[in-house]
């Protein structure tokens, strides 16, 4: 089971770009790279997924170079509300997902 | 459209007592899924239905816990008896049953703060 290592905390400004590395050294073939969102007293909620290359929707991007060994999540423009957990996941086709300790992202004024 | 709802949002329980828990998917989801947090410690999967069958309860920590899904609409995660080391949160999350494992998401609820004493 491929493990995530990535910062346990970040700190940013209102309408700075944000970006979250996360390394997964022992990912798989046929692992996806999945990232979450936890806001205080809400549940996980998914942001975005990819494979390889670059992934954008209009939350963040993902970037994952063609080693695959690690992937960065990229938060353009932050604002108060982005302040939350980021969780970074590894989709082995097995459905149970597999959370570690996250970024906690503050976004300060 | 509604989603995923958690009953109750808090629970506070002596230890010995027994509570339940209880999910509602998104309609039409067949997957469903519990997870917890324990104070300080990492979310971590509990166990997995497809509609009424469980698919999955690797994750369940002892015969304490029971978990149902009568009909295939909503669960219930019920703990008999308590102890102080199941105080935490614990989540419920659903999803449409995917024609392909991968990029199947996710959608969780606002979780059951429980607190055993």
């Known amino acids: 089971l491929a493990k995530t290592t990535q910062p346990i905390s970040m700190d940013s400004y209102e309408g700075q770009e944000v970006n979250i590395t996360c390394s997964h050294n022992n990912i798989a073939t046929n692992d996806y790279i999945t990232w979450y969102q936890q806001f205080p007293s809400q549940g996980p909620r998914f942001i975005i997924q990819g494979y390889k290359t670059k992934v954008t929707n209009e939350v963040a991007s993902l970037f994952i170079p063609a080693d695959r060994k690690s992937s960065t999540l990229s938060l353009p423009r932050v604002s108060l509300s982005d302040t939350a957990v980021y969780y970074c996941?590894?989709?082995?086709?097995?459905?149970?997902?597999?959370f570690g300790s996250g970024t906690r992202l503050q976004v300060q004024p | 459209e509604a989603g995923v709802t958690q009953f109750p949002s808090h629970s506070v329980i002596e230890k010995g007592q027994t509570v339940t828990l209880r999910c509602d998917p998104i309609s039409g989801h067949d997957n469903l899924y519990w997870y917890r947090r324990v104070m300080g410690k990492e979310i971590k999967f509990l166990l997995h239905?497809?509609?009424?069958?469980?698919?999955?309860e690797s994750g369940m920590p002892n015969n304490r816990f029971l978990a149902e899904r009568t009909g295939g609409t909503y669960s219930t995660l019920k703990v008999q008896p308590a102890e102080l080391e199941d105080s935490g949160v614990y989540f419920c999350?659903?999803?449409?049953?995917?024609?392909?494992?991968?990029?199947?998401?996710?959608?969780f609820g606002p979780g059951t703060r429980l607190l055993v004493l």
């Open positions: 239905f497809v509609k009424e069958s469980k698919q999955d």
């Open positions: 996941l590894i989709d082995t086709g097995r459905r149970a997902l597999t």
């Open positions: 999350a659903s999803s449409q049953l995917a024609g392909t494992e991968y990029q199947e998401t996710q959608y």
